[in-house]
């Protein structure tokens, strides 16, 4: 086929800046083919290569005792002893979802959950990060839908539990949704396979499905913002088949025990070609590929588009050559696709061959080590407004703004999609703080989160990036699980603005700060920007995932109260209004400062929590809607009422950190008096739980009529 | 006891069944779904709950065609006890072994809660051990668990008391709320609800422990 030629116009198509031309010139001393150039866009583009967001990225803390990989990997890998490890990531799949809901989000399980067992990992649980538009904008409840279905369609087959996750709308998503998938698997620590190739002369392998013109482009069309001609974009959207991932999972776990397996890469963004170069990059080698080889589903298909595209579901491994006919009859078994395509080469250079023809020959170390690098201008974001006057608003119309809104209304119309008991480990299901999955066979649990407050990361980045992960320790803590780590998935607008670089920045720097003080060192993540429509930047959304370790012989902490017991406040409160839930709900406002994150309180209010478990009957961590919410919930899901003592809407309200509610029995709460007090912790009797209505203060309502409220907004609103 | 779970390609509830069969002092066979023999002396065949072979079509239509389950109908056939659970009681109805068919869900949205169920016969091996009208609770995982059947086939499976369950709230539109059926043997049952998900206080819930517990009587006796 005759390759069209390299115009300028083909140039920017392929989202390459005049000056990064002129840099893939330079290096290459001659005019790239048109395979070259794809390749080169597929690697250069921001989804691939980091090049706004690496310089803040390395100012992150990603190391610690706990760490045995930290980012840089298809996921990060965290001990929690007994020769076993945590192997986890979170990442973005937002602008195929916008597009098409229903596979965006479907495929963005499948390649989280690939991420995971490439290295080795049985995925042991999923969650996700959901953010949409105004409920009442005309996309809102078809994204919704297809977006719900595709992840549960995709998780549910392939047989990973679904234990937590958020939901959020806000009219900033409208034109761009977020769709964060996370996974988490487990591993023994003298298995962990890694994507280095070594060897020369080694058998290149493809593994899995068949090859398609599906995504071709994907991750380039990911690093551009959306305007009017979206509808063009829906070829560049993979399609996932959950029962082909299923079985190049088992494929992969069968051939990994058979010490076949030298390095292997999945294939994800930019697929061959960002797997191929990554795995001779980090192993000092070159690539050659014949195409020839490849398993493909169309006909005729070209090198640019075998190199560019995204079919899901196939996986790229450098082999030991003794091992070959084992690792081909454990493909014949699953029924999978199994072809040796190329070889490891000494020198450095990716050479793509077809039909007997070079269709690439470039060096290999460039396409990633000298990937564009950028240090965006940028500005930081101005202190936000003062907190203009709050009206008056009764204290049960206050709750009921919250629970009547598709925000903080029960999500099971969400979680009943998704199967959260699949493998038999659940400990704790969705919409009950974090999940909990037993480590099958052993003693000891899991337990995970996914947190981030946008209107406080909007309002002050850096304050609202360490609060994200101070939820996240909270929520871990909560359950009575000690956090180990996190994973970030921060979606941004364009960085070219210096007010959105000056957002990732301050989120950046508050989260290190955070992870840092918390010990909860980032191991893996991903970014995502450009998420803009029509010049319109979302909030900024950097998400945290984490994961806590509950020991063996430890008890997690239950999340209800039972009717008598005691309500107690840890943590001190002092009533911060500014960019709460309730102005946003009530009155949709945005103003004031986002309530300030003490790190030093919340390690050792967290650490109260988690030494004490056993005095506890039911915790919840205190965030959005504060003392208010977290009470009305945890008394909806035991069925039983609360009564607190407070009257004033900052102290119900408010939504200041650090600070946990707990039902006890009153023996138990006697003795948690002393052990704070000698903690240095904060802690109150602010009312009891029991009979049937929520009392604040007086102003009282059926718990009933409440719980049939907020069990149907959801629904109401989006359904 | 010997029990025996079939593992299909895209299986994924064969370990959690086998680990029922195991807290009840089974030993334990898994079988690849292109073996065509059972171990020999298999008691009871578990056929797990999963996507089969995807299920992109019907729901285990693909898995009744596998070289084992040949094997799976010649055990029951002599009389062997099988055990089959969500994706399991759709393979069930496909090799005819059980009366009906699992069709999408009424709500058309994939469920997965823990129901409300009455044990409506304790005469089989699987439900002596709940009593007859016994309420229970157990997790649902599913979206194609709308039980239908024939006029014929219903008032057969009524009047010879072989519905083993039924749902005492809306789950999934079946005929009749009914959530688990008997072969006419009462050898084979069909479940969509998942009891190997309930058997241990972790768990949250223990209502499914009986139905395995149920079996080692039976076992001892047939």
Do not use: F
């Given at each position: 086929m005759q390759e069209p030629e390299i115009t300028d116009d083909l140039i920017a198509a392929h989202g390459l800046k005049s000056d990064e031309f002129a840099e893939i010139l330079k290096l290459l001393d001659r005019e790239p083919t048109f395979t070259e150039l794809g390749i080169f866009s597929a690697m250069w583009n921001e989804h691939c290569s980091y090049k706004s967001s690496k310089k803040w990225l390395r100012t992150l803390p990603t190391e610690g005792?706990?760490?045995i990989c930290g980012p840089g990997e298809n996921a990060g890998v965290v001990d929690i002893g007994d020769g076993q490890a945590v192997v986890f990531k979170m990442e973005s799949h937002n602008h195929p979802s916008y597009i098409e809901p229903y596979q965006g989000a479907a495929t963005g399980v499948g390649g989280i959950l690939r991420d995971v067992f490439t290295m080795g990992a049985r995925p042991i649980a999923a969650m996700n990060s959901l953010s949409f538009g105004r409920?009442?904008?005309?996309?809102t409840r078809s994204l919704v839908a297809g977006v719900v279905e595709g992840v549960g369609g995709y998780g549910n087959a392939f047989g990973v539990p679904t234990v937590g996750g958020e939901v959020r709308f806000d009219?900033?998503?409208?034109g761009n949704c977020l769709v964060n998938a996370f996974a988490a698997g487990l591993a023994d620590t003298d298995s962990i396979f890694y994507s280095a190739a070594s060897g020369v002369g080694r058998p290149v392998v493809y593994l899995g499905a068949k090859t398609g013109?599906?995504?071709?482009?994907g991750a380039t069309m990911a690093s551009a913002e959306f305007d009017?001609?979206?509808?063009?974009?829906?070829?560049t959207v993979q399609v996932g088949d959950p029962f082909t991932e299923k079985r190049l999972l088992e494929a992969c776990l069968e051939l990994m025990q058979t010490g076949a397996v030298v390095s292997i890469q999945d294939m994800g963004a930019a697929g061959l070609t960002c797997s191929a170069v990554e795995m001779g990059d980090k192993g000092g080698l070159g690539v050659r590929l014949n195409l020839d080889a490849v398993p493909v589903?169309?006909?005729?298909?070209t090198a640019y588009e075998m190199m560019l595209?995204?079919?899901?579901e196939r996986m790229l491994m450098v082999l030991d050559p003794d091992k070959e006919d084992v690792a081909r009859a454990v493909f014949d078994k699953w029924d999978l696709d199994f072809a040796v395509v190329g070889e490891t080469i000494a020198e450095d250079r990716f050479l793509i061959l077809h039909g007997n023809e070079v269709k690439a020959d470039l060096p290999l170390k460039a396409l990633?080590?000298?990937?564009p690098e950028y240090d965006r201008k940028w500005v930081p974001t101005p202190a936000p407004a003062a907190l203009a006057d709050v009206p008056a608003i009764d204290a049960m119309d206050a709750l009921r703004s919250l629970i009547g809104s598709p925000n903080y209304a029960a999500k099971q119309w969400v979680w009943?999609?998704?199967?959260?008991q699949v493998m038999a480990d659940t400990l704790r299901t969705p919409g009950q703080g974090a999940g909990i999955i037993r480590v099958?066979?052993?003693?000891k649990a899991l337990a995970f989160t996914s947190d981030v407050t946008p209107r406080y990361v909007v309002a002050d980045p850096e304050t609202g990036g360490a609060q994200a992960v101070a939820e996240a320790y909270r929520n871990l803590s909560a359950v009575g699980a000690k956090p180990l780590s996190s994973t970030d998935n921060l979606n941004f607008g364009n960085p070219e603005k210096p007010a959105i670089m000056g957002q990732l920045v301050g989120a950046i720097k508050g989260i290190g700060a955070a992870c840092l003080a918390l010990d909860m060192p980032i191991v893996s993540g991903n970014v995502s920007l450009y998420n803009e429509t029509d010049g319109a930047g979302i909030l900024p959304t950097p998400t945290i995932g984490a994961v806590g370790l509950i020991a063996a012989g430890e008890a997690p902490i239950g999340g209800t109260a039972q009717p008598g017991q005691v309500a107690l406040l840890v943590g001190e409160t002092?009533?911060?209004?500014?960019?709460?839930a309730l102005l946003a709900e009530a009155w949709g406002r945005r103003d004031g400062a986002p309530p300030p994150v003490d790190l030093e309180a919340e390690r050792r209010n967290g650490t109260f929590i988690r030494e004490n478990r056993t005095l506890i009957g039911g915790a919840t961590d205190l965030s959005d809607g504060g003392l208010a919410l977290a009470a009305f919930e945890m008394a909806e899901a035991s069925g039983t009422g609360v009564s607190l003592d407070a009257a004033d809407i900052p102290t119900l309200f408010g939504e200041d950190q650090a600070r946990y509610l707990l039902a006890c029995n009153f023996d138990a709460a006697e003795a948690l008096m002393p052990a704070a007090a000698q903690a240095g912790v904060t802690i109150a009797y602010v009312g009891k739980f029991g009979g049937d209505t929520v009392n604040f203060g007086g102003d009282s309502a059926s718990l009933a009529d409440l719980a049939s409220l907020y069990r149907t907004a959801f629904a109401a609103a989006v359904g | 006891m010997k029990a025996a779970v079939l593992v299909f390609p895209?299986?994924?509830?064969d370990r959690d069944l086998a680990e029922g069969f195991r807290s009840i002092g089974a030993d334990v066979s898994m079988v690849w779904h292109k073996d065509t023999v059972l171990p020999e002396g298999t008691d009871i065949v578990g056929v797990p709950g999963g996507f089969s072979f995807g299920?992109?079509?019907?729901?285990?239509a693909i898995a009744a065609q596998s070289p084992i389950t040949r094997a799976l109908v010649a055990h029951a056939k002599r009389g062997g006890f099988v055990l089959g659970i969500c994706n399991g009681f759709q393979v069930l109805t496909e090799t005819g072994l059980l009366p009906g068919a699992l069709m999408r869900n009424a709500g058309l949205k994939f469920v997965c809660r823990t129901v409300d169920l009455r044990v409506?016969?304790?005469?089989s091996a699987f439900t002596?051990?709940?009593?007859?009208?016994a309420e229970i609770r157990l997790p649902v995982a599913h979206h194609d668990g709308n039980y239908v059947a024939d006029p014929d086939a219903l008032s057969r499976l009524t009047g010879e008391d072989r519905i083993a369950l039924r749902y005492?709230?809306?789950?999934?539109?079946?005929v009749d709320n009914i959530a688990g059926v008997l072969s006419e043997n009462r050898r084979v049952l069909g479940l969509m609800p998942h009891p190997e998900r309930a058997i241990d206080a972790a768990q949250g819930n223990?209502?499914?422990k009986a139905m395995f517990t149920s079996l080692t009587g039976a076992m001892a006796l047939a």
């Open positions: 005792p706990q760490v409920p009442e904008h005309p996309k009219a900033s998503y409208d013109r599906d995504g071709v482009g009017d001609t979206i509808e063009e974009k829906r070829p589903r169309e006909e005729n298909m595209s995204e079919s899901q990633s080590g000298t990937a009943e999609q998704y199967d959260s099958h066979g052993t003693g002092h009533g911060h209004i500014g960019c709460s | 895209g299986s994924n509830c299920d992109y079509l019907r729901c285990g409506e016969t304790d005469d002596h051990g709940y009593g007859k009208g005492t709230e809306a789950v999934n539109g079946s223990t209502d499914g």
